[in-house]
């Protein structure tokens, strides 16, 4: 399991957006409730990329489609940090 900064520092895939469309869930991912998931742009440049989380709370897959888009979800009070599977 790899640690929050090492993520940031080898891993961060361009500028940071906020997305606060869901009452429980915030952009890394986050929730400070129920389960929950955030569908999020990371950029075209990343299409049918597949990504996993990185801190292994969320089991599955994430594939980015055509667009850049994919969706992203979290465990209850959990927090998710998805990366490209190398």
Not at 5 to 13: G, P
Request: charged residues 30%.
């Amino acid at each position: 399991m790899a640690n929050l900064l090492q993520l940031r520092k080898k891993q961060a895939y361009g500028e940071e957006r906020d997305y606060f469309d869901h009452p429980s869930c915030i952009a890394v991912v986050l929730s400070n409730g129920d389960k929950g998931f955030k569908s999020m742009e990371i950029g075209k440049k990343f299409a049918r990329n597949v990504l996993r989380d990185a801190l292994g709370h969320c089991e599955g897959e994430v594939l980015i489609n055509e667009k850049g888009w994919g969706e992203f979800h979290c465990e209850a009070g959990s927090v998710s940090v998805w990366a490209i599977c190398e």
